[in-house]
């Protein structure tokens, strides 16, 4: 199974951008589906995440900003990024749990600069 982000870019402050990560294939018994950032010279983190019950939960340096949704039906993953900030600049990579293993997209770039 391959994770395919897209739709980061560079956007100045304020700005919005729609980032997308679909699966190249179903993904059976799906415990959550999520969107993680890594800046230069800093650990990983968690953006936003959704459980298949439902629930989400966000940094809550995002919270408010962005949203996270996701189309099972077309194994994909959405992040909503509205009145983005210069410190939003980083690769932000999805990810999907399942019991048994957790997949991992290869990033996509977002830059966040007047």
């Known amino acids: 199974v391959q994770l395919v982000e897209s739709g980061g870019g560079l956007v100045q402050p304020g700005g919005s951008l729609r980032l997308s990560c679909a699966a190249s294939r179903r993904i059976p018994n799906i415990d959550a589906m999520g969107w993680y950032r890594q800046a230069p010279g800093k650990q990983r983190e968690l953006v936003a995440r959704?459980?298949?019950?439902?629930?989400?939960n966000y940094a809550d340096s995002v919270k408010g900003r962005f949203t996270i949704s996701r189309d099972n039906a077309k194994n994909t993953v959405y992040l909503q990024m509205n009145s983005l900030k210069p410190e939003d600049t980083a690769v932000y990579y999805c990810?999907?749990?399942?019991?048994?293993?957790?997949?991992w997209g290869q990033g996509t770039q977002v830059t966040v600069s007047s």
């Open positions: 959704t459980f298949s019950g439902g629930y989400t």
């Open positions: 990810s999907v749990t399942t019991m048994n293993y957790n997949y």
